[in-house]
């Protein structure tokens, strides 16, 4: 079986618009994926380009991926790094980080990438939060297929990328088409990037998410077109996502929404000087697990 689900327009702060493709109307995660904003390309000669304030995280992996230009990651840990094509950051939140996200003052024209977010576990989520930068990845590159493998591993190709489940990211370039060995067991999913690309016959356009559901071992990829492949064994523990926390209950995002706004030791200072996020006033009502799909 196989789903395709369009994304949607979402503000991202003052200066952005993403499509965001997961979650969506029929899905939830992808194996522990459970977020996914496509941004760009813009041209942000003259703008801000992306300015995100700093702000807290809770549960999850943050993974960030850019096709073009440069954004600049700082956090609660002291980290100050910027990331540029082809290099991965990614963040572990655990019980409590906070970062900032901010287009450098001399950037590059052109402003485009990939924003992933993914569910820690039972057994890592309250752990130490923690910043990993790899400034490269292992590469399989043919005359049909450039691949990139940002997490996990591909075609015997492995990302040093330190993950808490059994997960797949990889960026692929298409030239025109290609087949690729994947696990059995994994769900996939493939958003498009660039071009229009046909997945195992699928027609997925940019902005597009397609869903894959287990029990394919090869997918055949035909181009021209770039798109970003994950996969993962499907997440079954029940989340609840609020603004910008993966928690488990209610409860849990109520107490890390009050010790957020209360200025507690829990989420750290991002150096800087940078007003903080608010955050959003709390629906009335009682925040629920949602089912992984419809």
Known sequence: MSVLEEGRDVPLGRY?????????????????????????????TGKPGMRVPPHPHIGLQTVSWLLSGEVRHRDSLGSDQVIYP???????????????????????????????????????????????????????????????????????????????????????????????????????????????????????????????????????????????LLGGVPFEEDLVMWWNFVARSHEEIVEAREDWMAGSGRFGTVPGGEPPLPAPTLPTTRLLPRPRHR
């Open 16 to 44: 952005t618009v993403v499509r965001r493709s997961l979650p969506n109307k029929t899905r939830r995660t992808v194996g522990a994926w459970c977020f996914l904003d496509h941004f760009g390309p813009e041209d942000v």
């Open 86 to 228: 082809g290099q991965l950051n990614i963040m572990t939140s655990g019980r409590g980080i906070s970062h900032s996200e901010n287009s450098p003052t001399d950037k590059p024209p052109l402003l485009h990438g990939l924003q992933l977010w993914v569910a820690l576990p039972e057994s890592a989520r309250f752990r130490d939060p923690a910043f990993q930068h790899l400034s490269a990845l292992p590469e399989i590159s043919d005359s049909s297929a450039r691949i990139v493998v940002a997490v996990g591993e591909l075609e015997g190709a492995r990302s040093p990328a330190e993950v808490h489940s059994e997960l797949l990211g990889a960026d692929i370039t298409l030239d025109t088409a290609t087949e690729i060995h994947v696990r059995g067991d994994f769900e996939h999913a493939v958003v498009v990037t660039e071009g229009i690309a046909r997945v195992d016959g699928d027609e997925v356009g940019r902005g597009a998410l397609l869903y894959l559901e287990p029990g394919r071992e090869t997918l055949r990829l035909e181009g021209p077109a770039r798109l970003f």
